[in-house]
């Protein structure tokens, strides 16, 4: 019955009904269907919603690099 709710996946859930592989995914790039694979199409592009600038620290541009880090530290 606990099994993590992505069609096909058959493993122990972890949190919020997904095993720790989908949960995982889902808090990285908010959707737990995300793959490897889509990601590599894009490995340099800003992760911010909408921005397709060049990355220039931890997957962002330096505008919203600058801007999750003031967030984060306030
Ligand atoms: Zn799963
Ligand atoms: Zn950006």
Redesign the pocket.
Known sequence: MNECKIEGCYKPIKAKGLCSMHHQRWRRHGDPLVTKVRQSLYPHT?Q?LK?E?PTVSKG??S??YYIKRTLVLV
């Open positions: 800003c911010w921005c600038r962002f541009c505008k919203h």
